[in-house]
């Protein structure tokens, strides 16, 4: 949806990306937040979260060690330690936000799979599903960013909307509520969805996917210049920028006249069949 290009050369070529300070922080704050609720209600304070990130942090290195790159030429380990505390004040923040010590969530970075009548397979995972004594369901997503204007609003719910439309079709129940909580500005926004919602998610969906497979057959991937460009690792392959993306490994069919002209949308791994797959930091 941001740019079919960048989606041709992550899925499709996968090139290489650098790991980032911010995606990674949030990775960390993201384990930490659901490692807390380990411990007993009254033991979910801010010092003991703090206390998470150092062990959290050797978990992630463990698993990648690539992460490491991120502080090459640190000796004195100052920049590690900074960005340790931004992490830090990330978590500090949450607890403005929300107070676990009355949360019990039913379940924590849930893996979800579903199957439209289409045929299109849906999967993602979800920061944490609370269910109130009543069974009305709630989604929560982490962000360590900060809350976008109203106008920008759009692209963070359609995230929280397909999470929504999958928990329907798995279990048959509605979410009663969808909630962002942004850390970096210490925002917290809601939005209660309805079937109708759901409905035009899953046929914006089905869209997607036909324009990920018409792009797919011929191998047009177009990009979508915005002010994101300017982080994107692959501007040297980029025409945007004077580049030549590399030569495109699947066989391709000419597009016919009338097919889709205004580029490729779309979340969807295009050679893994009819799958989409959502998740977010």
Same mark, same amino acid.
């Given at each position: 949806?941001?740019?079919?290009?960048?989606?041709?050369?992550?899925? *499709?070529?996968?090139?290489?990306?650098?790991?980032?300070?911010?995606?990674?922080?949030?990775?960390?704050?993201?384990?930490?937040?659901? #490692?807390?609720?380990?411990?007993?209600?009254?033991?979910?304070?801010?010092?003991?979260?703090?206390?998470?990130?150092?062990?959290?942090?050797?978990?992630?290195?463990?698993?990648?060690?690539?992460?490491?790159?991120?502080?090459?030429?640190?000796?004195?380990?100052?920049?590690?330690?900074?960005?340790?505390?931004?992490?830090?004040?990330?978590?500090?923040?949450?607890?403005?936000?929300?107070?676990?010590?009355?949360?019990?969530?039913?379940?924590?970075?849930?893996?979800?799979?579903?199957?439209?009548?289409?045929? +299109?397979?849906?999967?993602?995972? *979800?920061?944490?599903?609370?269910?109130?004594?009543?069974?009305?369901? #709630?989604?929560?997503?982490?962000?360590?960013?900060?809350?976008?204007?109203?106008?920008?609003?759009?692209?963070?719910?359609?995230?929280?909307?397909?999470?929504?439309?999958?928990?329907?079709?798995?279990?048959? *129940?509605?979410?009663?509520?969808?909630?962002?909580?942004?850390?970096?500005?210490?925002?917290?926004?809601?939005?209660?969805?309805?079937?109708?919602?759901?409905?035009?998610?899953?046929?914006?969906? +089905?869209?997607?996917?036909?324009?990920?497979?018409?792009?797919?057959?011929?191998?047009?991937?177009?990009?979508?210049?915005?002010?994101?460009?300017?982080?994107?690792?692959?501007?040297?392959?980029?025409?945007?920028?004077?580049?030549?993306?590399?030569?495109?490994?699947?066989?391709?069919?000419?597009?016919?006249?009338?097919?889709?002209?205004?580029?490729?949308?779309?979340?969807?791994?295009?050679?893994?069949?009819?799958?989409?797959?959502?998740?977010?930091?």
């Amino acid at each position: 949806m941001q740019c079919p290009l960048l989606y041709r050369f992550r899925v *499709i070529d996968k090139l290489p990306e650098k790991p980032s300070e911010a995606a990674t922080r949030g990775t960390l704050v993201h384990a930490v937040l659901e #490692r807390l609720f380990d411990a007993p209600a009254a033991d979910r304070t801010a010092p003991r979260a703090r206390a998470l990130i150092p062990g959290q942090w050797d978990r992630l290195l463990e698993a990648k060690p690539e992460l490491g790159e991120l502080f090459a030429g640190d000796t004195e380990g100052e920049r590690l330690s900074r960005w340790l505390g931004e992490a830090e004040r990330l978590v500090e923040r949450w607890f403005s936000l929300e107070d676990p010590t009355r949360l019990e969530p039913a379940e924590r970075e849930l893996f979800v799979e579903t199957e439209l009548e289409s045929g +299109l397979r849906l999967r993602g995972v *979800i920061d944490r599903i609370d269910v109130a004594p009543t069974g009305d369901v #709630r989604i929560v997503d982490y962000k360590t960013g900060k809350a976008p204007r109203p106008e920008y609003a759009e692209g963070p719910l359609f995230q929280m909307k397909f999470y929504a439309l999958v928990i329907w079709r798995l279990k048959g *129940i509605v979410p009663r509520r969808l909630q962002l909580v942004y850390l970096g500005s210490g925002d917290v926004l809601t939005y209660d969805p309805v079937v109708a919602d759901l409905e035009r998610v899953e046929r914006k969906l +089905l869209a997607l996917w036909e324009a990920i497979a018409l792009a797919t057959e011929t191998g047009d991937w177009r990009p979508r210049p915005t002010k994101l460009c300017g982080w994107c690792d692959h501007q040297a392959v980029c025409p945007e920028f004077g580049g030549t993306p590399p030569v495109y490994p699947l066989s391709v069919r000419p597009a016919e006249s009338g097919e889709d002209d205004q580029g490729r949308m779309g979340p969807v791994g295009a050679e893994a069949g009819r799958a989409v797959a959502l998740e977010g930091p």
